[in-house]
């Protein structure tokens, strides 16, 4: 079986960091990389899982003291670009990196948030079913 390996921007998009912190971090030692026969540095997968694990690890153990406490562990911190509000429900969407999240709601629970574009949201996702394609 083949194990994939990454480009440093590659790692970087997967990551949800810039391409020169995955640089950073590799040159310090934190990120294993190695040259391929072109000079390039990439990530092993199983470098980078291992990485990606333990740098969200580190983001768990060190949040702020007034997050809130929740069994939700996909967060996606973002922008709100859209509140669309009817009658009863409404409609929230909110950009995270290169993912647009899209949140139907009751309008009671959008205006006691008091959501509006342009102010910072984190998306917490729960579901019985995540399905997982090959890219």
Do not use: C
């Not at 092993?44 to 740098?55: C, I, S, T």
């Not at 153990?61 to 009817?86: C, H, K, M, Q, Y």
């Not at 990196?97 to 899209?102: A, D, E, N």
């Amino acid at each position: 079986m083949h194990m994939p390996s990454y480009s440093m921007g590659r790692a970087a998009r997967l990551l949800g960091v810039s391409a020169d912190t995955v640089r950073r971090w590799a040159d310090s030692g934190r990120l294993p990389t190695r040259r391929d026969d072109h000079g390039k540095r990439l990530v092993e997968g199983a470098d980078l899982a291992a990485f990606a694990v333990a740098l969200a690890a580190d983001g768990a153990s060190g949040g702020e003291e007034d997050e809130p406490r929740t069994s939700v562990r996909n967060a996606f911190p973002g922008i709100i670009t859209a509140v669309t509000l009817g009658d009863v429900a409404a409609q929230v969407e909110i950009q995270a990196g290169p993912h647009r999240l899209v949140s139907l709601l009751t309008r009671e629970a959008v205006e006691e948030l008091g959501l509006t574009v342009g102010m910072e949201a984190v998306a917490r996702v729960k579901a019985t079913n995540v399905h997982v394609d090959r890219v």
